[in-house]
């Protein structure tokens, strides 16, 4: 089993700074990707930031140059640094991973997710 566990989330005011974190664990021999999701009340789920084994990023157009990912392969945990937080941040953040297992299979986990309120 694999097990992931956001925090940071909380209620900050626009233009602030958040600092996410989301912990694997489990039987995990290596992590192919992880990334960052959110999705707000009345949208569809966006995925805002990702990150692959060999440290390649991506972001959507609507967070880049404000959020950042990165990860602690040792950790195997992953961040997500958010500077200048809007209003229209405001969602639930999930992490996302997919991992590859002690047993040589690859399986997709999800976290709970982390609430993240920008007040304006």
């Known amino acids: 089993q694999v097990q992931l566990v956001e925090s940071g989330g909380g209620l900050v005011q626009a233009g602030g700074s958040l600092r996410l974190s989301c912990a694997a664990s489990?039987?995990?021999?290596?992590?192919?990707?992880m990334a960052w999701y959110r999705q707000a009340p009345g949208k569809q789920r966006e995925l805002v930031a990702s990150i692959i084994s060999g440290g390649r990023t991506n972001y959507a157009d609507s967070v880049r140059g404000r959020f950042i990912i990165s990860s602690d392969n040792a950790k195997n945990t992953v961040y997500l640094q958010i500077y200048s937080l809007k209003p229209e941040d405001t969602a639930v953040y999930l992490c996302?991973?997919?991992?590859?297992?002690?047993?040589?299979?690859?399986?997709?986990?999800w976290g709970q997710g982390t609430q993240v309120t920008v007040s304006s």
């Open positions: 996302y991973a997919n991992i590859k297992t002690i047993g040589g299979t690859s399986i997709s986990a």
């Open positions: 489990g039987s995990i021999r290596s992590i192919n990707i």
